[in-house]
T-cell receptor, first 108, second 114 residues
Framework: GIQVEQSPPDLILQEGANSTLRCNFSDSVNNLQWFHQNPWGQLINLFYIPSGTKQNGRLSATTVATERYSLLYISSSQTTDSGVYFCAVAGANSKLTFGKGITLSVRP | DAGVTQSPTHLIKTRGQQVTLRCSPISGHKSVSWYQQVLGQGPQFIFQ???????GRGNFPDRFSARQFPNYSSELNVNALLLGDSALYLC?????????????FGPGTRLTVL
């Protein structure tokens, strides 16, 4: 099956700093999603981005499908951005394969 | 519009018992998938159902089973519970089982097996 690697595993930022989270995947995909998991476990959809670039406020994402990676950018980070960020991909069916997640801590 | 809903929120069971978890998809979504997330890991795929038929199954033992109802809601059953079944169980819905469809997750059911 498709392998997903996320880096770095942990990230500590000062409030106001920018960050880049990376997701590498091992095969062509039909779906790539970025999620933020809140402390209660809810997976919040950030981006549906199998290819191209999208922006939503302080967050943006880019997927380069031909090179099998995706990047999530967080600008002017806030303490509320803290949590675990997951990248998940799917091939021909909708079975999502998740990475191990990136734990982000934003300090005031 | 309501998102994906799951019940119960929390559940405590003892080893050997059986448990049933429930999920209602977003209105108009016909595909439901179940995932297990153990502490410190990403969610792992368990089942996918579409139009009441199983469309995919992950690497889980036969103690895990599921079904989908005519209104597209779904149940996940786990028999003969083990301590290792303690996890957050997540349900996701999408318009169809095709790989290019965005999936939306419910709040999860946190199962503790003692």
């Amino acid at each position: 099956g498709i392998q997903v690697e996320q880096s770095p595993p942990d990230l500590i930022l000062q409030e106001g700093a920018n960050s880049t989270l990376r997701c590498n995947f091992s095969d062509s995909v039909n779906n790539l999603q970025w999620f933020h998991q809140n402390p209660w476990g809810q997976l919040i959809n950030l981006f549906y981005i199998p290819s191209g670039t999208k922006q939503n406020g302080r967050l943006s994402a880019t997927t380069v499908a031909t090179e099998r990676y995706s990047l999530l950018y967080i600008s002017s980070s806030q303490t509320t951005d803290s949590g675990v960020y997951f990248c998940a991909v799917a091939g021909a069916n909708s079975k999502l394969t998740f990475g191990k997640g990136i734990t982000l801590s934003v300090r005031p | 519009d309501a998102g994906v809903t799951q019940s119960p929120t929390h559940l405590i069971k003892t080893r050997g018992q059986q448990v049933t978890l429930r999920c209602s998809p977003i209105s108009g979504h016909k595909s439901v998938s179940w995932y297990q997330q153990v502490l410190g890991q990403g969610p792992q795929f368990i089942f996918q159902y579409y139009e009441k038929e199983e469309r995919g199954r992950g690497n889980f033992p036969d103690r895990f089973s599921a079904r989908q109802f005519p209104n597209y809601s779904s149940e996940l059953n786990v028999n003969a519970l083990l301590l290792g079944d303690s996890a957050l169980y997540l349900c996701a819905s999408s318009l169809s089982p095709r790989g290019g469809r965005e999936q939306f997750f419910g709040p999860g059911t946190r199962l503790t097996v003692l």
